[in-house]
């Protein structure tokens, strides 16, 4: 069974940074497709950032530029480091991997204006 805890969500101010991380066990992440979803009071989940097996990333067009995914296979984290947060960004953030289609807890990020 695989299990995934994110960490590093918080309250900032517009502007700011944060980078959640989101460690997975029961898998081996090199092997799937991971990504960063988020939701938005009274909005659906929407993709926010997916990495490949391969190292290939895609990004929402809201984040480009400034939200870089990573991940590090001998630890089996994924990362999202967040750059210039806007308001909008505010939601709650979801670890997910493809291959076993599994969530994580989710992790509140809030960003005042």
């Known amino acids: 069974q695989v299990q995934l805890v994110e960490s590093g969500g918080g309250v900032v101010q517009a502007g700011g940074s944060l980078r959640l991380s989101c460690v997975g066990s029961g898998m081996l992440f090199r092997i799937t497709t991971e990504g960063w979803y988020r939701q938005a009071p009274g909005k659906q989940r929407e993709m926010v950032a997916t990495i490949s097996s391969r190292g290939v990333t895609d990004y929402a067009d809201s984040v480009k530029g400034r939200f870089t995914i990573s991940r590090d296979n001998a630890k089996n984290t994924v990362d999202l480091q967040m750059n210039s947060l806007k308001p909008e960004d505010t939601g709650v953030y979801y670890c997910?991997?493809?291959?076993?289609?599994?969530w994580g807890q989710g992790i509140q990020v809030t960003v005042s204006s």
């Open positions: 997910y991997v493809s291959l076993s289609d599994s």
